[in-house]
């Protein structure tokens, strides 16, 4: 029921292309507006990347005359203007200290604003997401309101989120598709070699896929991550990790056992944080195959940039992939196919979107090599310079 409650809230855009003119009208008007309202003047020339303050004060123009939840954007001569609110840690799928989001935060209070949370009228800091169309109080970002860990929606109403062994909160449509289990892991695995095989990338290398919590992700990897790939030259040799799981009530409870990697090997292991819907932990597997893909390949030497950068295009290319010959089940028009194609374009924005040095900008260099060169030409100019194509 809530999944698509944004689809309701007005007409969508998700499919409309404006023309040339169109945007240039759009960008325009928007600069008339915003100078009426702050008497001030918009320099809007070709520049590659707006300012964030610049950001914020279209946001907020654009706020004083309209509520709708759409996410807009435009683009004025070669410049694209976007407005959504950076805010701290609110989407786990961003790796970045910013943390990207689809959140706005506004402290412009609104007649019959009512959040969907307490259900409460709105008079003080709240935030809005433009992808799915909620709004909420700021205050239940720090109040224990349980959060998806997979979409960061919040609870609202009677709906019963599940909680991981560690703590984290599943929402009902993220977990009708969550692994959880190994058995789970082995159709997503097959589905990403095939996907690779596509590109003629086959990995004929075996490597352990273990899922761990999110205790045993930090334990190893020193930081929360989705996924790890552990090489010949790193010194852990043992693994704990869930080797089944049952649901009790609103709970999940799991068994671990102990895996001992094997020396010797290029790619010992890969490890994936479990309980994520298929779609979200297949992007974290082909992200961390093309890792591992390139250290038997002999990729070396290459900066965090590069390495992540390509490997975040892997993972954006598997979801695109996804929309023609992935997993039937988001295909349709049911409701949970809806959910399922939005949760895809979600994850997508979050690897775009992304401010981070390494995952952020490394992705947008590499995308932008990839896309003029060709994957192919791209990697065989990385694996003898280190560097991508220019």
């Given at each position: 029921?809530?999944?698509?409650?944004?689809?309701?809230?007005?007409?969508?855009?998700?499919n409309?292309?404006?023309?040339?003119?169109?945007?240039?009208?759009?960008?325009r008007?928007?600069?008339?507006?915003l100078?009426?309202?702050?008497?001030?003047?918009?320099?809007?020339?070709?520049?590659?990347?707006?300012?964030?303050?610049?950001?914020?004060?279209?946001?907020?123009?654009?706020?004083?005359?309209?509520?709708?939840s759409?996410?807009?954007?435009?683009?004025s001569?070669?410049?694209?203007?976007?407005?959504?609110?950076?805010?701290k840690?609110?989407?786990?799928?961003?790796?970045?200290?910013?943390?990207?989001?689809?959140?706005?935060?506004?402290?412009?209070?609104?007649d019959?604003?009512?959040?969907?949370?307490?259900?409460e009228?709105?008079?003080?800091?709240?935030?809005r997401?433009?992808?799915?169309?909620?709004?909420?109080c700021?205050?239940?970002?720090?109040?224990?309101?349980p959060?998806?860990?997979?979409?960061s929606?919040f609870?609202?109403?009677?709906?019963?989120?599940?909680?991981?062994?560690?703590?984290?909160?599943?929402?009902?449509?993220?977990?009708?598709?969550?692994?959880?289990?190994?058995?789970?892991?082995?159709?997503?695995?097959?589905?990403?070699?095939?996907?690779?095989?596509?590109?003629n990338?086959?990995?004929?290398?075996?490597?352990?896929?273990?899922?761990?919590?999110?205790?045993?992700?930090?334990n190893?990897?020193?930081?929360k991550s989705?996924?790890?790939?552990?090489?010949?030259?790193?010194k852990?040799?043992?693994?704990?990790?869930?080797?089944?799981?049952?649901?009790?009530?609103?709970?999940?409870?799991?068994?671990?056992?102990?895996?001992?990697?094997?020396?010797?090997?290029?790619?010992?292991?890969?490890?994936?944080?479990?309980?994520?819907p298929?779609?979200?932990l297949g992007?974290?597997?082909a992200?961390?195959?093309?890792?591992?893909?390139?250290?038997i390949?002999?990729y070396?030497?290459?900066?965090?940039?590069?390495?992540?950068?390509?490997?975040?295009?892997?993972?954006?290319?598997?979801?695109e992939?996804?929309?023609?010959?992935?997993?039937?089940?988001?295909?349709g028009?049911?409701?949970?196919?809806?959910?399922?194609?939005?949760?895809?374009e979600?994850?997508?924005?979050?690897?775009e979107?992304?401010?981070?040095?390494?995952?952020?900008?490394?992705?947008?260099?590499?995308?932008?090599?990839?896309?003029?060169?060709?994957?192919?030409?791209a990697?065989?100019h990385?694996?003898?310079?280190?560097?991508?194509?220019?």
């Open positions: 029921m809530y999944a698509n409650r944004f689809l309701d809230e007005g007409p969508s855009y998700e409309y292309q404006l023309s040339e003119d169109e945007n240039e009208d759009l960008a008007a928007m600069e008339f507006s100078q009426e309202s702050k008497g001030k003047e918009i320099y809007t020339g070709d520049m590659e990347f707006p300012q964030i303050d610049e950001v914020e004060e279209l946001a907020q123009a654009l706020e004083e005359s309209t509520l709708s759409t996410d807009l954007s435009t683009s001569g070669g410049r694209e203007l976007k407005w959504w609110k950076l805010f840690e609110l989407n786990p799928f961003v790796r970045t200290s910013r943390s990207t989001s689809f959140w706005r935060k506004s402290s412009k209070q609104c019959n604003l009512v959040c969907d949370v307490c259900e009228e709105i008079c003080s800091d709240w935030l997401c433009a992808y799915w169309g909620q709004t909420y700021e205050k239940h970002i720090s109040d224990g309101t959060q998806c860990c997979s979409c929606r609870k609202i109403g009677d709906m019963k989120y599940i909680t991981l062994n560690d703590g984290r909160e599943l929402c009902p449509d993220c977990r009708y598709t969550a692994v959880t289990d190994p058995g789970d892991c082995k159709p997503l695995l097959d589905e990403v070699h095939r996907f690779f095989k596509g590109l990338m086959k990995v004929r290398y075996y490597i352990p896929i273990l899922l761990v919590d999110q205790k045993e992700m930090i190893k990897d020193q930081k989705l996924g790890l790939t552990i090489y010949e030259k790193s852990l040799d043992t693994v704990t990790y869930v080797s089944r799981s049952k649901q009790k009530g609103e709970n999940i409870k799991v068994v671990k056992e102990v895996e001992h990697l094997v020396e010797g090997r290029k790619v010992k292991a890969m490890l994936l944080l479990y309980g994520f298929k779609l979200a992007a974290t597997l992200h961390e195959m093309m890792h591992a893909w390139m250290q390949q002999g070396t030497r290459l900066t965090l940039n590069v390495a992540e950068g390509i490997c975040e295009v892997m993972a954006h290319k598997w979801l992939w996804q929309s023609f010959t992935g997993d039937d089940n988001i295909k028009a049911s409701e949970k196919a809806q959910f399922l194609r939005n949760l895809k979600f994850l997508k924005d979050g690897i979107k992304n401010h981070s040095e390494a995952y952020g900008h490394g992705f947008r260099e590499a995308k932008w090599a990839v896309e003029r060169y060709g994957l192919r030409y990697l065989e990385i694996s003898h310079t280190g560097k991508l194509p220019e």
